[in-house]
């Protein structure tokens, strides 16, 4: 599982470095994506080592494709190893999703039908990686847009179910689960109420966008504005249910000063803060 500190993170970004250095230590751990450090040095690995040697770090990967029906790229997963075995972060998460096709890599984080064979194939993927790693990840619930008739399995339980079969831990992104829930008309809080919290290694919360549609609204996982107010209500509610946990703030669009995103995460540091001193109070 992740070892990360319960305590409040943030997504890192070069032109925070220097503000960081200054104002980082209010900060309980740095998370960056795997795929923007795959070369061999330069600039930033030289800011990476300096926040490494100070902070707790988390490397989420964006780009393995779990859930794709191909076989992962060796070559990806070497660098991977690579990259962990540079840093040895507290956490290493991927995403419950596919992103390529052949040769061809699409930028994307695409939906999976849940069914049988799907679980099948993402269970060996995810055993591949923790192999190749020699490490337990977490997988990340997905935002997602479309439903499949063909799905069998609720989320929910083909989350639970990978989890059980490999051994990995899960990361769960309640603004995902927000997203997911206005598209699909469903209501966030049963899905929340039916997650095994227990395996949760990492929160993350973000912001989305929102288009007005005919059909209703539809949210879209945008990672370029504050975290919503009922984002906040949800993670407050997982963390009454679960307890502290490791808790990211995205926002990789739109990227604000370090004010702005360090204020984020001294909001997600008062709810845990709160909720550790109801378990001593108790």
């Known amino acids: 599982m992740s070892h990360l500190p319960a305590a409040a993170g943030v997504g890192f970004k070069p032109e925070h470095f220097t503000a960081i250095r200054s104002d980082g230590g209010k900060i309980g ?16 690995h030289a800011q990476l080592s300096a926040l490494r040697a100070d902070h ?28 962990c075995d540079r840093y040895e972060p507290e956490s290493f998460s991927e995403h419950l999703a596919w992103s390529s096709h052949g ?19 993402v269970v060996a993927h995810v055993d591949e990686v923790q192999n190749a790693l020699a490490r337990r990840i977490l997988l990340e619930n997905p ?28 990361l769960l992104d309640v603004n995902n689960v927000q997203v997911s829930a206005v598209n699909h ?4 809080q049963r899905y929340i109420a039916a997650f095994p919290l227990h395996l949760v290694g990492e929160i993350h919360l973000g912001g989305h966008a929102e288009e007005a549609l005919p059909s209703g609204p539809l949210l879209i996982d945008a990672h370029g504005t504050p975290v919503a ?8 509610q997982v963390i009454r249910q679960a307890g502290p946990l490791p808790t990211l703030v995205e926002w990789d669009n739109d990227v604000p000063d370090w004010p702005t995103l360090a204020a984020e995460a001294a909001r ?8 550790a001193d109801r378990l001593v109070a108790a």
């Open 143 to 170: 935002s997602t847009y479309l439903l499949f008739a063909q799905s069998t399995i609720p989320e929910v339980e083909f989350l639970g179910e990978v989890a059980r079969r490999t051994g990995c831990g899960l």
């Open 103 to 121: 040769a061809d890599y699409l930028n994307a984080l695409l939906p999976l039908p849940y069914t049988e064979e799907t679980l099948a194939t």
């Open 229 to 236: 107010d009922p984002v906040w209500d949800l993670y407050s």
């Open 29 to 44: 751990f740095f998370e960056v994506h795997a795929e923007n450090y795959m070369g061999a040095g330069g600039l930033p």
């Open 56 to 83: 707790a770090i988390s490397i989420h990967g964006v780009g393995l494709s779990i859930g794709g029906a191909e076989g992962l790229d060796a070559n990806h997963l070497a660098r991977l190893r690579s990259l």
């Open 185 to 188: 008309r469903t209501d966030p």
């Open 268 to 275: 997600a540091e008062a709810i845990l803060r709160q909720e």
